[in-house]
């Protein structure tokens, strides 16, 4: 049991180039995110899946899209890479239940520099 | 959308005192009060939560206490040790995308 895998781990990118993170989780969950974390800063949502087939932005979706492949995958896409899109990225997944709450999973992040 | 607010955004705390830090939510919908710990270089993870029906919950040396009326929960941590040493976020929700406050950055000094 993996929980949130995230790939890749680092990554340095030219401005303008593009880019997919992928990420997957193998703990059923329903919900699935994006977040992303300036140095020094709190987490900030790019975009949000509650289910297989749907997407929502977040606070920050501008400059991403997403892809929900499936129950299992979530991607994020970065089309024309800008250094303000330097941050490290974090997938997560929930299964929100009435009884018992929703506690996010996080997979350990992706280091992105856009130079 | 919810507006979260966490206060102080930094904490400074000698060895075996105690830590407050406060969470103010807007929607009154929230329901689910979880406290995520990020120690450096690493991932965000749960520590504790509490459900709305719920005033106080322990686990050993850390705690929340919720005041839906007022709309804010906070942390308790008791006797710090070096290891609580860490950012702490709060992310109250009602079952939708979850949006995390700005965090509190712990330092515990022995």
């Known amino acids: 049991n993996a929980g949130v895998t995230q790939t890749p781990k680092f990554q340095v990118l030219k401005t303008g180039q593009s880019m997919t993170l992928q990420c997957a989780q193998d703990?059923?969950?329903?919900?699935m995110y994006w977040y992303r974390q300036d140095p020094g800063m709190g987490l900030r949502l790019i975009y949000y899946s509650a289910s297989e087939g749907t997407t929502d932005k977040g606070e920050v979706p501008n400059g991403y899209n997403v892809s929900r492949l499936n129950k299992r995958e979530f991607s994020l896409r970065l089309e024309s890479a800008a250094p303000s899109q330097t941050s490290v990225y974090f997938c997560a997944s929930s299964l929100p239940r009435q009884s018992s709450g929703n506690t996010i999973y996080f997979g350990e992040g992706s280091w992105l520099t856009v130079v | 959308g919810e507006n979260v607010e966490q206060h102080p955004s930094t904490l400074s705390v000698q060895e075996g005192d105690s830590a407050v830090i406060k969470c103010t939510y807007s929607?009154?919908?929230?329901?689910?009060f979880p406290w995520y710990k990020q120690e450096l270089g690493k991932r965000p993870q749960l520590i504790i939560d509490?459900?709305?029906?719920?005033g106080e919950k322990k686990d050993q040396r850390i705690a929340v206490t919720l005041n839906k009326t007022a709309k804010h929960f906070s942390l308790h941590i008791t006797e710090t040790q070096p290891e609580d040493s860490a950012v702490y976020f709060c992310a109250p929700t009602s079952w939708g995308k979850l949006q995390f406050g700005a965090g509190t950055q712990v330092v515990v000094t022995p």
């Open positions: 929607d009154s919908a929230s329901n689910y």
């Open positions: 509490i459900r709305s029906n719920v």
């Open positions: 703990m059923n969950h329903n919900s």
